[in-house]
Structure formats: C-alpha cells, structure tokens
Nanobody, 126 residues
Framework: VQLQASGGGLVQSGGSLRLSCAAS????????IGWFRQAPGKEREGVSC????????HYADSVKGRFTISRDNNKGTVYLQMNDLKPEDAATYYC????????????????????WGQGTQVTVSS
C-alpha cells in the first residue's frame, strides 16, 4: 500500500491550492480514500473523502463549498482542490485509506485508517 501526498505550499487568504495523493493500484481498490488535516496543537480533522465504488464524496462542514475531492484512476491519484483558503485551513494535510473503511467510517473519527501518506504542509497567510 502506497500513498504519497503533495501539492502543499504557501498561499494568501482567498487563494487556492490543489493537493494530490498518488496511490498504488491496490490502494485505489480500497473502499475509500480520505483527506485529513492537523494543525499544531489541534486534533486531527477529517476533511473529505471519496468512495471507490461510486466516487461519492463527503466533506466536513468546515470546508463544504470550498473544497472539492476527485479521483483519476488512470493517473492513480486523488485530488483535493482547495479554494477560498482561510488562515484556519493552515495545517499539515494527509491522505489515508484502509481496506475495511468506507467514507462514513473514515470521517467519523471513530476509526483510524491503517495506511497514511506523508503530510503536505499548507500555509495560509492573512
């Protein structure tokens, strides 16, 4: 299982970034891939998730309307398009998956996905 996150950087408030999570073929077959974030001193937060079965998408309330998750199976990549970024979006972002967890479980906070990519840092200046 391999996940590799990239695309973070420094952006001004109101700006946009697109994160990428490169996944192996085996990983793409897992029920879902989610994006999480963690800021210093704060708990990890599930941000978004996309199902492998039907590409249904799920979002935390804090990012609805601003973030869009998508997947390109041909490229083996899950994307997180982040628009209208705010200082409170600044965090290290991780993609994660698990062979047994769908999106609702992944984002519930009650389960810990077994496989994680390395984080990619997002900094938003005000």
């Amino acid at each position: 299982v391999q996940l590799q996150a990239s695309g973070g950087g420094l952006v001004q408030s109101g700006g946009s970034l697109r994160l990428s999570c490169a996944a192996s073929e085996v990983t793409l077959a897992y029920p879902a891939i989610g994006w999480f974030r963690q800021a210093p001193g704060k708990e990890r937060e599930g941000v978004s998730c996309i199902s492998s079965r039907d590409s249904s998408t799920h979002y935390a309330d804090s990012v609805k309307g601003r973030f869009t998750i998508s997947r390109d199976n041909n490229k083996g990549t899950v994307y997180l398009q982040m628009n209208d970024l705010k200082p409170e979006d600044a965090a290290t972002y991780y993609c994660a998956t698990d062979p047994l967890l769908g999106c609702l479980a992944i984002l519930s906070g009650n389960f810990h996905p077994n496989f994680w990519g390395q984080g990619t840092q997002v900094t938003v200046s005000s």
